[in-house]
C-alpha cells in the first residue's frame, strides 16, 4: 500500500555541518510533500513544502529536494545548530483525506 | 505560533476509567485531525473531522471517539482505558484541505494507562 519510509533512523552531524536528511515514498501519485521537526516533547512544526511540479525550494537554512523519478524526498539543512536537533517527519499527500507520515530521523547536532 | 491546545499534557490513569482528551483551536479552521503516535514512530491518523458534526475514522483503528459540536474544540474519548491505549495522542487543524496547506499540531497529550 501506500507509504513513507526514511532511510536513516538517526544522524549524527557536527555543528555547522550541512545535515542530509532522506524519505522514500512509494505512491507516485503523490502530489504535495512536506517536512515536520518535532522537538521533544511538543507537536510536529512545519519547516517546508514542495509540490510535484518542482523539484527543489529553498527556505531559511532548510532546502528541499524532490525526485519524482525515483520517487525520493530530501531535508537538507545549512549550518547545522543545536537547535536543529529533533525528529524530522516526511509526509506526502496524494490529494485524499490526510497525510501519511514517515517513522521520522532523529537529529543529534554535536558541540 | 499555532493556536491549538490540547490538555493535559499528561495523563495517567488505571485501567478501566473514562478519559477525554481535549483539544481547541482559535484559528477558525473547518478540518480537525487526531494522530496517535508511538514515541519516535510515524503519526497514524485515528479520527478527523470536516466541520460541526462530522466526524470519520482515520487509518488506524481506535477504540476511541470524537465529537465536533463546535468549530473549535474535538474532544477525544476513551469510554474504557486499557494499557494498549498508551502513546503519545496529537491533535491538529488546517485551513483548507490537507492537499494545499500545512497542519497546525497541538503540543500532545501524553496517555500513560496503568
Known amino acids: 500500500g501506500e507509504s513513507v519510509g526514511l532511510h536513516l533512523p538517526t544522524l549524527s552531524v557536527q555543528e555547522g555541518d550541512n545535515s542530509i536528511i532522506n524519505c522514500a515514498y512509494s505512491?507516485?501519485?503523490?502530489?504535495?510533500f512536506i517536512w515536520y521537526k518535532q522537538e521533544s516533547g511538543k507537536g510536529p512544526q512545519f519547516i517546508i513544502d514542495i509540490r510535484s511540479n518542482m523539484d527543489k525550494r529553498q527556505g531559511q537554512r532548510v532546502t528541499v529536494l524532490l525526485n519524482k523519478t525515483v520517487k525520493h524526498l530530501s531535508l537538507q539543512i545549512a549550518a547545522t545548530q543545536p537547535g536543529d536537533s529533533a525528529v524530522y517527519f516526511c509526509?506526502?499527500?496524494?490529494?485524499?483525506?490526510?497525510?501519511?507520515f514517515g517513522p521520522g530521523t532523529r537529529l543529534s547536532v554535536l558541540p | 505560533e499555532a493556536d491549538i491546545y490540547q490538555t493535559p499534557r499528561y495523563l495517567v490513569i488505571g485501567t478501566g476509567k473514562k478519559i477525554t482528551l481535549e483539544c481547541s483551536q482559535t484559528?477558525?479552521?473547518?478540518?480537525m485531525y487526531w494522530y496517535q503516535q508511538d514515541p519516535g514512530m510515524e503519526l497514524h491518523l485515528i479520527h478527523y473531522s470536516y466541520g460541526v458534526n462530522s466526524t470519520e475514522k482515520g487509518d488506524l483503528s481506535s477504540e476511541s471517539t470524537v465529537s465536533r459540536i463546535r468549530t473549535e474544540h474535538f474532544p477525544l474519548t476513551l469510554e474504557s482505558a486499557r494499557p494498549s491505549h498508551t502513546s503519545q495522542y496529537l491533535c491538529?487543524?488546517?485551513?483548507?484541505?490537507?492537499?494545499?496547506?500545512?497542519?497546525?499540531f497541538g503540543q500532545g497529550t501524553r496517555l500513560t494507562v496503568v
Open positions: 509526509a506526502e499527500n496524494a490529494g485524499g483525506q490526510n497525510f501519511v
Open positions: 491538529a487543524s488546517t485551513a483548507g484541505p490537507l492537499s494545499d496547506t500545512e497542519a497546525f
Open positions: 505512491n507516485s501519485a503523490s502530489d504535495y
Open positions: 484559528m477558525g479552521h473547518d478540518k
